[in-house]
């Protein structure tokens, strides 16, 4: 197993950009990369973190300083060198500034990105979060929120799963009988409805192979989401995520006399349109459908 642990995992580690330089703060270490040029490992140092700036919430740079969000205590901190915590200042969070999802910065401002409200998803733009100075509230375009994590449950709506019969077969006779036919069914994704979301973005992923189909990756990760952050918290990594086609498939049943089969179907999808059809199928004897779900539960 290989993997970089998302930040939500690592407290006090972060990104950030000041001028020419990137940076990258491991609180956990005690130090902070800072680098011209992620790509070709540019102007490399690796500076001493000073404990005052360590297990910051997020990090951001503007107006050439570094501001450091600890949301626990409800307070910023400013300082012009991470190293020796020079000219450092902290503040009291402004209470409209605290609990922003996302802080960044940049040059002449910074923004963070505010709890979803009844105006919607929303950014803050300002030059002071200990005054409140805030400049502007800006709503997020629906193109922008696609692409963020448990954006498609405020553009499309939350996930749903249900079970669709697509078939039912009778033996309306006093006499056994053997049923043999073909059922179509169709399976896969419902691609067609899904590329609404990026009619909008230039797509340049020139490099991953799953690139070419980012439009599944994002439903499928909404899918794994919490019922919290609008998914179903279910694993579809074993669906057929190619585009949605018709099946054949031929099936037998021994039909008891005046005894009635359903054949169900699971599809899950956003708000009210169906994204993803299973393909495995469901056959019993009940006119109800199904309670479980056949998906497993996302890690």
């Known amino acids: 197993m290989q993997g970089i642990i998302p930040k939500n995992k690592t407290k006090g580690t972060d ?12 609180s956990d270490l005690g130090c902070y990369m800072q680098a011209s040029n992620f790509n070709k490992a540019l102007d490399i140092t690796i500076l001493s973190l ?7 919430d997020h990090y951001l740079g503007a107006f050439g300083k570094f501001y450091i969000i600890f949301q626990g205590k409800g307070t910023y901190r400013r300082t012009t060198n991470m190293n020796k915590d020079s000219d450092a200042v902290e503040y009291q969070l402004h209470p409209n500034c605290r609990n922003g999802l996302y802080y960044w910065g940049l040059p002449d401002h910074y923004y ?6 009844e105006w ?17 509230v800006y709503s997020v375009h629906p193109d922008v929120l696609n692409f963020l994590p448990g954006g498609l449950s405020m553009t499309k709506g939350p996930a749903f799963g249900i079970w669709e ?3 039912t077969i009778s033996n309306d006779s006093n006499t056994p009988m053997t049923w043999q036919k073909k059922i179509i069914k169709r399976v896969g994704y419902n691609k067609e409805k899904m590329s609404q979301i990026t009619h909008n973005w230039k797509i340049a992923l020139s490099t991953s192979a799953e690139s070419k189909d980012l439009l599944g990756l994002i439903a499928k990760y909404q899918f794994s989401f919490s019922t919290e952050y609008g998914g179903s918290h279910v694993s579809t990594e074993n669906e057929s995520w190619n585009e949605a086609t018709e099946v054949e498939e031929n099936l037998t049943f021994e039909l ?8 169900w179907q699971y599809k899950i999808g956003l708000g009210q349109e169906p994204v993803l059809f299973c393909r495995d199928l469901k056959i019993d004897d009940e006119p109800n459908p199904p309670t479980e779900v056949p998906l497993p539960p996302a890690k």
Request: hydrophobic fraction near 25%; proline fraction near 6%; charge should be positive.
């Open 120 to 136: 919607g998803v929303e950014y803050y733009k300002g030059t002071n979060f200990n005054k409140d100075e805030c400049t502007a």
């Open 256 to 263: 008891k006399p005046n005894e009635r089969l359903y054949l």
């Open 165 to 167: 019969n697509i078939k």
């Open 15 to 26: 990104f950030c950009g000041i001028n020419n330089y990137y940076y990258i703060i491991r």
């Open 112 to 117: 963070f990105l505010k709890p979803v409200s």
């Open 50 to 56: 000073h404990p005052a700036c360590q297990n910051g």
